[in-house]
């Protein structure tokens, strides 16, 4: 059967891990959230005394395992929940602004979609990661829905929020990755785009899974 790349990107919470995870199980295809190594990278520097992100990224790492969605561990510590958290969330964009984590991640992500059969998620994906992908999507959402979103998510998991702080949070996220010097967030120039806000999560799945299937072909 023929293999396809598809790469989800755009703005926070608009909906691309929750989809990207449905459509690859739906495919059989490896699931990859970028923002989550992103984030563990974050985790390691706030832990780390020294601040130099050379010397950080030769002693980092990262897992992925493969587990009803991704489970992240960062030298065989299990922080896939950790990494929600939010010192983690408000650190994170400074972090991915550097050019030796990008190349750092980028190099790995590069390497685990050579084979394709990759759904892969994140803000750089479409346009620097796999910029050949066989199915590209820019997932946007309106910043009210997605902050809506994001509150019942920390509601679930615990961590404390407001939709009102959330907004801001959010607006000033997509602000730093939008404007940062290396591989900012943009739509690629063939990506399709697909407004989630009002959708639903199925509707979201199925407008993807039709996509990929015209590919497939
Ligand atoms: N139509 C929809 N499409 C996708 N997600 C939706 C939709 N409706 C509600 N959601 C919910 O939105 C929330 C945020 O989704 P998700 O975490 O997948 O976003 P994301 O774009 O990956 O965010 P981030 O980039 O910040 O990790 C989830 O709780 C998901 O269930
Ligand atoms: N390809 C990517 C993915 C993520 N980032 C940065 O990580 C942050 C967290 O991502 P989430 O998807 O978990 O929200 C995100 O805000 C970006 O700063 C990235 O740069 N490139």
Redesign the pocket.
């Known amino acids: 059967m023929k293999k396809i790349n598809i790469a989800i990107d755009?703005p926070?919470?608009?909906?691309?891990?929750?989809?990207a995870k449905k459509v690859a199980a739906a495919l059989d295809m490896v699931y990859v959230d970028t923002?989550a190594m992103y984030r563990a990278i974050t985790l390691a520097y706030l832990k780390s005394d020294d601040k130099d992100f050379e010397r950080l990224l030769q002693d980092i790492d990262i897992r992925l395992v493969a587990d009803n969605g991704q489970r992240v561990l960062l030298s065989g510590e299990d922080i896939t929940e950790r990494i929600r958290e939010n010192d983690i969330t408000e650190n994170v964009s400074y972090v991915a602004s550097q050019g030796a984590v990008r190349s750092f991640l980028v190099e790995l992500q590069q390497q685990m979609t050579r084979d394709k059969g990759v759904v892969m998620?994140g803000r750089d994906i479409g346009t620097t990661v796999i910029p050949d992908a066989e199915l590209k999507i820019y997932?946007v959402a309106s910043v009210e829905e997605r902050a809506n979103?994001?509150q019942?998510?920390n509601e679930a998991r615990g961590i404390e929020s407001t939709v009102e702080q959330l907004k801001e949070d959010i607006a000033h996220r997509d602000h730093l990755d939008m404007t940062r010097e290396i591989s900012p967030l943009t739509q690629a120039g063939d990506a399709i785009e697909i407004d989630?806000t009002g959708?639903?999560?199925e509707?979201?799945t199925a407008i993807i899974l039709k996509l990929a299937s015209d590919k497939l072909e």
């Open positions: 755009g926070a919470a608009a909906g691309k891990s929750t989809i923002g998620d997932m979103r994001r019942l998510d989630t959708r639903s999560i509707d979201v």
